[in-house]
């Protein structure tokens, strides 16, 4: 029998992506954000959510996808990335799908304009690809130390 795991769906613009659910502690409606001066452009500033200073990150903008658009369905991914937590603020949570190991392929050098760098694969839903992101590859360690000096400066 092969191994299934479920993915959390969401979009960015018209795309279809999917982290491991694992990884998602909660998903929330998009809320004030508190801009930190001089961090990374992707890097929108911090909120309080469940109780805890969390960095915000544009995930279109981390990707280097155009066009960020703040809509009633944008939502924040609360994810858990290299020992901390992050929000991704994403255009929609659409659904939590079952995926078979053997569905999921290798991901192409580049893919909608994301580097494979980023992504764990593709998975071929019905007749659309759902891209498979790998969430500790979304933050390098240099990233990843700014994100924690920006909680701290908070």
Do not use: C, W, Y
Not at 52 to 57: N, Q, S, V, W, Y
Not at 73 to 91: A, E, H, N, P, T
């Amino acid at each position: 029998m092969a191994e299934v795991t479920k993915f959390i769906v969401f979009k960015l613009k018209d795309q279809s992506f999917g982290v491991e659910v694992q990884q998602v502690i909660s998903i929330e409606r998009l809320q004030k954000i508190t801009e930190v001066p001089r961090t990374s452009e992707f890097i929108k500033g911090v909120t309080e959510l469940r109780g805890e200073t969390t960095p915000i990150i544009d995930l279109k903008e981390r990707l280097l996808i155009d066009g960020t658009e703040i809509t009633e369905d944008s939502r924040i991914l609360v994810v858990f990335v290299q020992d901390m937590q992050v929000g991704l603020i994403v255009d929609a949570a659409t659904e939590v799908k079952d995926i078979d190991h053997d569905m999921i392929q290798p991901a192409p050098k580049l893919i909608g304009g994301v580097r494979e760098t980023f992504l764990r694969g593709v998975a071929k839903m019905d007749d659309n690809l759902l891209v498979l992101l790998d969430l500790d590859r979304i933050v390098d360690l240099e990233e990843t130390n700014e994100l924690r000096e920006v909680v701290l400066e908070d």
